[in-house]
């Protein structure tokens, strides 16, 4: 069921990424933006951990959860530490991918050649 | 004059009605069905992942979708770089650019294009060029919504 929970939500957001892209004038910078800022903004009130409980893999992996993920660890560290908390937290759960992707693209970009 | 500014407004016009001719052959709902079908198939098996690399590495679920993560960022480095992300790019759109294999995709791109301005100069000042925004507006967003959340509903 999780399975097709997954295919259902990651293909919904990339069909609405995909309907504002034609009708409109923003290009995918904007859209990529545009979506961190409302992940971030459903789990302000904890919308996105319910979805993430019911769809799994599926939510984990649209640009959304970038935004889910920082305003957690924010939240999470801010338990702990107050106010400054929200400071000290909020890379905690993204560094991973953030830190991954610029090892691999540096890493990837010394070695291989551009194509044109 | 008056004769080139006519001209220009012929030209302009019949661009206009060649770009509008290609633009109507473009089809929006087979870009939406495509982007719905590709993005669904990259969430579902980024379900698989998670529960291929818990079961098999005995992680808890959390480690397994920072593990997933890492992944699909890996195949996607390695595809920009290789050269040809950038044509499943163009046919799936959406469908690779929403999740977080547009992300390393646009570092990717950026670092190999400016490769050849050197190292300082070229790769270290615009890797971020397009990922920065929505690092930039994450961080934002995610400080200001959780400052309300904070000291409106307390925190976790």
């Given amino acids: 069921m999780l399975y097709f929970n997954s295919f259902l939500f990651c293909g919904f957001i990339c069909l609405m990424g995909q309907l504002i892209l034609d009708n409109s004038k923003l290009t995918p910078g904007h859209i990529t933006s545009l979506f961190v800022v409302i992940g971030a903004f459903l789990d302000t009130f904890s919308i996105y951990d319910f979805i993430i409980k019911k769809v799994g893999g599926g939510a984990l992996i649209p640009i959304t959860s970038f935004g889910h993920s920082l305003i957690h660890g924010a939240l999470a560290k801010s338990n702990s530490m107050g106010f400054m908390g929200l400071l000290m937290g909020m890379f905690d759960l993204t560094a991973t991918g953030i830190t991954a992707a610029i090892i691999f693209s540096f890493v990837f970009s010394l070695i291989f050649k551009p194509k044109n | ?156």
């Fill in chain 2, 1 to 156: 004059m008056f004769h080139i500014s006519n001209g220009d407004s012929m030209k302009d016009l019949r661009y206009e009605r060649i770009a509008s001719n290609h633009k109507a052959s473009e089809n929006k709902g087979k870009n939406g069905i495509v982007a719905f079908v590709s993005g669904g198939i990259l969430g579902a098996l980024a379900e698989g992942l998670i529960n291929f690399y818990s079961s098999i590495f005995d992680i808890s679920r959390n480690d397994a979708t920072s593990i997933m993560i890492v992944t699909f960022i890996f195949i996607a480095s390695l595809f920009t770089a290789l050269g040809f992300f950038d044509k499943l790019v163009n046919r799936f759109k959406c469908g690779l650019l929403i999740p977080i294999t547009g992300f390393a995709h646009a570092m990717t791109s950026s670092a190999m294009d400016y490769k050849k301005e050197g190292l300082v100069y070229g790769i270290g000042m615009n890797i971020f060029k397009l990922a920065g925004s929505v690092i930039l507006y994450g961080v934002v967003a995610a400080w200001f919504f959780g400052m309300i959340r904070y000291f409106i509903g307390g925190a976790l």
